[in-house]
């Protein structure tokens, strides 16, 4: 498996032949974003792979539609090229791209692709906020990539989503090789103290759950509303035992790095 960092969530990976785009965002820093209940984000970051560098996409795994973090608008206008494109049932319906289907958390899809063999994808819970937040932030999904037959999980794609008992009961059901962990402590200043993504204090926790043979932090850093931020997640992992600090592999931008 070869993973090139491409920022924020945006990680291309390269596993059997597949080309996997993970939530793709590649408009240029520097626009401000409108979120819920009149948040918003700053754009600090542009990638460092361009949609013209990017060449053809087997697979988008996109967590959700409906914030600019994780679909932006370059990285909506590139999804009809893709050959398949996984959301949520409900980024599915909003999209209307004959491409795309929508998975609820536990559903199962096995997709093919000429001259690849046939991967299978498995959406996961998230819970993108507090308790009783989700007529708010609205749904989003992880996912878990498998080839047909093997019940260990080749990737497990966290998403956007804080530490809750469903995604911590996962973690400890799936036997996983590599995961990639959305951190950052999303917080906005309108809501408080409120998180909507996990800190690195939360991945640590979640990864001392998983034991995973290599796990990947993404979407830390490019906004403004990562509270947490780079600097979480590496103390938190700094401090981790080693049984978990052990595990982390940290992705340089624009540089295939396999794991």
């Not at 939530?23 to 600090?44: E, H, Q, W």
Request: net charge neutral.
């Amino acid at each position: 498996m070869e993973l090139t960092r491409i920022g924020g969530p945006t990680i291309l990976v390269e596993f059997d032949g597949w080309r996997i785009l993970l939530d793709p965002t590649f408009d240029p820093p520097g626009r401000r974003y409108a979120f819920a209940l009149g948040t918003s984000s700053v754009k600090t970051r542009g990638p460092l792979v361009s949609v013209e560098d990017l060449g053809p996409i087997d697979l988008v795994l996109l967590s959700h539609d409906h914030h600019a973090d994780n679909l932006d608008d370059a990285g909506r206008a590139l999804l009809p090229s893709a050959r398949h494109v996984v959301t949520t049932p409900s980024g599915a319906k909003r999209l209307g791209l004959p491409n795309t289907q929508g998975l609820k958390p536990g559903a199962t899809i096995r997709l093919e692709a000429e001259g690849r063999p046939p991967i299978d994808v498995t959406a996961t819970p998230c819970r993108h906020g507090p308790p009783f937040t989700r007529p708010i932030v609205g749904e989003a999904i992880g996912f878990a990539l498998r080839r047909p037959g093997e019940s260990k999980v080749a990737l497990w794609v966290v998403g956007d989503t804080v530490l809750s008992r469903p995604v911590r009961q996962v973690a400890r059901d799936l036997d996983v090789d590599v995961a990639i962990v959305n951190v950052g402590g999303v917080r906005f200043p309108l809501t408080g103290a409120l998180r909507y993504t996990m800190t690195g204090a939360d991945a640590v926790t979640l990864i001392a759950d998983l034991e995973p043979r290599i796990v990947v932090p993404a979407h830390y850093d490019g906004w403004s509303h990562f509270l947490d931020g780079e600097n979480g997640i590496r103390t938190a992992v700094e401090r981790a035992p080693a049984a978990v600090r052990d595990r982390f592999t940290w992705l340089p931008y624009r540089i295939p790095t396999s794991v």
